[in-house]
C-alpha cells in the first residue's frame, strides 16, 4: 500500500468501527498505531512496510514477528496481530 502511515492507521481504524470492534478494541490498536507513527517518524520513514513493522517489534518488544506462535508475550502478539491490519 502506498499510503503515508497516518493515512494508513486512520483508514485501518475506520474499518474497525464499521466492522463492529468495540471501542476498547480500536483504542488497543490505536495506541499500537501511535506508537508505530512516533517510530517511524524518529527514523524519517513515512511509509509502513512489514520490515519497518519487523523492526518495531524488536526494537520496541524484543519480540520476533516470526514468533508469533513461539516465544513472544501475549502482549506483543497482540501488537503484531494489529500491525498485520496495515
Excluded at 56 to 82: L, P
Aim: hydrophobic share 30%.
Amino acid at each position: 500500500m502506498n499510503k503515508p502511515i497516518e493515512t494508513l492507521c486512520s483508514d485501518v481504524l475506520s474499518q474497525l468501527s464499521t466492522s463492529g470492534y468495540t471501542e476498547g478494541g480500536i483504542r488497543k490498536h490505536a495506541t499500537t498505531y501511535k506508537m508505530l507513527i512516533a517510530y517511524a517518524k524518529e527514523r524519517q520513514v513515512c511509509r509502513y512496510s512489514e520490515q519497518l513493522g519487523r523492526q518495531f517489534m524488536s526494537e520496541r518488544y524484543g519480540a520476533s514477528w516470526d514468533g508469533k506462535c513461539g516465544n513472544n508475550t501475549q502482549y506483543a502478539n497482540e501488537k503484531i496481530v494489529h500491525l498485520e491490519k496495515l
